[in-house]
């Protein structure tokens, strides 16, 4: 699909799922892994190595602190920024798990629209709905994906996360896992501190730095948070959540949303359905499909939204989705498909649309990081080259994936299961 993309906001990564609690409690974030943007100031850069440990981290920010101040941030800004801040060693355990433990997409989605977080949305909208309105207008964005970004992301601003900024990016920057990368995201944290827009003490966010109500990065902060108050200051962390559902909507109408348009409709596939078409290089139009077979759950062809892909998140024994344009704009925000779907779904959900009708394979498990770095060496070896070995399910993997099932007489949905794994085994 084509999108406008930002540069300086081109994910590098695929995200996994990260575990999240499952009782579908409103008051839990449910963002996968950090997003990975490059900073303005940074590069992201991955130099693996070992957990430095607390010392020589005092002496790391007396040498960051010299660089800081070549690169513009005050003397003053620096110091008030870094007083009391501390090595913290949860944040860089954090760091090292995140893709270890993974949920299933119908766990995730199970918890992402729940019934709880469904009406926790409808009352956010009837509370905020004026607010909401004026930003649709003003940014093109249907208010329903703001509204989903913002359940998910803090939980209509309840759980907007307790962690110093500045202390967790200084912690991860000195890390040097990704350590440029994270280093870019403090110097534009500092940026921030310089600009007025709030204060360290008040600059609290997740561990991994994302911030506010909609958890923007630094990076992204600087370029796309919207002063939607006309108060001077750009407050992603305020009670008042103005700002930051002003900043989710730039951010998506800057990546090219299209008002009006679904993110993508659960569709049922015939009976005989050419999997290898299930690709989200193969487009489209919503009637081409039909005319192989594919419609809505109601059994009527799809509204013409343009050029669309079919994906099936839980392969072939899972619900599928024809997914259009805007299902690209909401990766731009975060690329794990999970996250896309639960965004999606939220937002319908909270507008009046049905569940999801179709099941899921619900006996299958998510497979851990060794499963599935394991899965892309047996895929190599036998063959099917997913070009990467480093436990990320992305478009390559799927296609090896994919390409192994063709050989062996399965179904070839791409689907990552268990039950490929062992088959290679």
Do not use: C
């Amino acid at each position: 699909m084509r999108t406008r993309i930002l540069s300086i906001f081109m994910s590098l990564w695929a995200a996994g799922v990260a575990a999240a609690p499952g009782d579908g409690a409103p008051e839990e974030s449910l963002r996968p892994s950090a997003r990975p943007f490059l900073s303005t100031q940074g590069s992201a850069t991955q130099v693996p190595q070992g957990v430095k440990g607390a010392a020589g981290f005092r002496d790391w920010i007396a040498e960051f602190r010299g660089r800081a101040l070549e690169k513009g941030i005050s003397a003053s800004t620096f110091d008030a920024a870094f007083r009391g801040v501390d090595y913290d060693p949860e944040v860089v355990k954090r760091d090292r798990n995140q893709n270890e433990f993974t949920k299933t997409l119908w766990v995730y989605l199970d918890s992402a629209a729940s019934e709880a977080r469904i009406a926790a949305g409808k009352k956010a909208l009837a509370k905020h709905r004026a607010l909401l309105d004026r930003i649709e207008a003003k940014y093109g964005v249907d208010k329903q994906a703001v509204l989903a970004i913002w359940g998910l992301e803090s939980a209509f601003g309840t759980y907007r996360g307790d962690d110093p900024v500045i202390q967790s990016l200084a912690t991860l920057a000195y890390d040097t896992r990704r350590g440029a990368f994270f280093e870019g995201q403090l110097l534009d944290a500092l940026t921030i501190l310089q600009n007025g827009d709030t204060v360290a003490a008040n600059m609290k966010g997740s561990w991994a730095g994302a911030m506010g109500h909609t958890q923007f990065m630094p990076s992204s902060f600087l370029a796309l948070a919207e002063d939607w108050n006309g108060d001077g200051r750009r407050d992603i962390w305020s009670d008042d959540p103005a700002d930051a559902l002003a900043s989710a909507a730039n951010y998506l109408s800057e990546n090219g949303w299209q008002k009006g348009m679904p993110w993508g409709v659960e569709v049922t596939l015939p009976e005989g359905f050419d999997y290898t078409l299930a690709d989200r290089e193969i487009e489209k139009t919503p009637s081409d499909w039909a005319a192989l077979g594919v419609t809505g759950t109601d059994g009527k062809p799809v509204a013409d939204h343009g050029p669309a892909s079919i994906l099936l998140p839980g392969g072939h024994l899972g619900a599928a989705f024809m997914i259009f344009e805007n299902f690209a704009v909401i990766e731009r925000y975060n690329s794990a498909d999970a996250y896309v779907i639960g965004v999606g779904h939220l937002g319908d959900r909270i507008m009046g649309g049905g569940p999801i009708r179709h099941g899921w394979p619900r006996e299958d498990r998510a497979l851990t990081l060794d499963e599935r770095m394991e899965l892309q060496t047996r895929l190599r070896e036998a063959g099917f080259d997913p070009e990467k070995i480093d436990g990320r399910i992305g478009p390559l993997t799927i296609n090896a994936v994919r390409g192994y099932q063709k050989s062996t007489g399965a179904v070839p949905d791409g689907y990552a299961s268990l039950r490929v794994l062992d088959a290679l085994r």
